[in-house]
């Protein structure tokens, strides 16, 4: 079945440093794929999507291309701030019929932005 | 804020007793998912609901059960708590059956001792 492996963290990173989370997934089909991100406290939420091969995902300063020759997702920002420090998190559909979808998650990669 | 709210923040209980959570989600949200996360298992799903049926099951353990209620507020109930069940449990909403864009309650933290 689909699935999503994404690097074990956590993550330290210098403000302004340059980040990479890799995600590589498993999965029947192109299904699109996600960047979901959890803050201290909070749910998750979205924050970028892929609906197709090449296609890339943005928001916030990251970004992620969705690569089927070597079936990844990696996340990336060219200078992280504090307020980046979270959990991140890669996804992707799984099909379960009559039309529903849930998303599976990857382990999270934990990521602190120190000043 | 999501606008998915879930009831209550904290729970801590003891080993054999059933416990009920407690989520609305967002208006016009007919979907709603329940995950799992433990620092050891990840965020896992357990179930989805779609209008008040049933839509998928997944890693939900049968001490576990969940429904939908006409209002389209859901409520998961764990019984016979074990130590193990202690993790934050996130509900999360869709507008339709196609879980893709998901949006999540804050969680209630649920602490067997």
């Known amino acids: 079945g689909n699935s999503v492996t994404q690097m074990e963290g956590p993550v330290t990173l210098s403000e302004e440093a340059f980040l990479t989370i890799n995600c590589t997934y498993t999965a029947t089909g192109y299904p699109s794929l996600f960047w979901y991100v959890q803050y201290p406290g909070e749910g998750l939420q979205l924050l970028l999507k892929a609906t197709k091969a090449d296609d890339k995902g943005s928001n916030k300063g990251f970004e992620a291309t969705y690569r089927k020759e070597t079936t990844s997702f990696h996340l990336e920002k060219g200078s992280v701030q504090v307020s980046d420090s979270a959990v991140y998190f890669c996804?992707?559909?799984?099909?379960?019929?009559?039309?529903?979808?849930?998303?599976?998650f990857g382990k999270g990669t934990k990521l602190s932005v120190i000043p | 804020d999501s606008g998915v709210t879930q009831t209550p923040k904290h729970l801590i209980t003891a080993t054999g007793q059933r416990v009920t959570l407690r989520c609305s989600p967002r208006?016009?949200?007919?979907?709603v998912y329940w995950y799992q996360q433990s620092l050891d298992q990840g965020l896992q799903f357990l179930i989805q609901y779609y209008n008040g049926e049933e839509r998928a099951k997944g890693n939900i353990l049968e001490r576990f059960s969940a429904q939908q209620f006409p209002d389209l507020h859901s409520e998961l109930n764990l019984s016979s708590l074990e130590l193990g069940d202690s993790a934050l449990y996130f509900c999360?909403?869709?507008?339709?059956?196609?879980?893709?864009?998901?949006?999540f309650g804050s969680g209630t933290q649920l602490s067997v001792l």
């Open positions: 999360a909403s869709s507008v339709g059956r196609a879980g893709e864009k998901l949006f």
């Open positions: 996804a992707l559909p799984v099909y379960s019929g009559a039309g529903s979808y849930q998303l599976t």
């Open positions: 208006s016009g949200d007919l979907s």
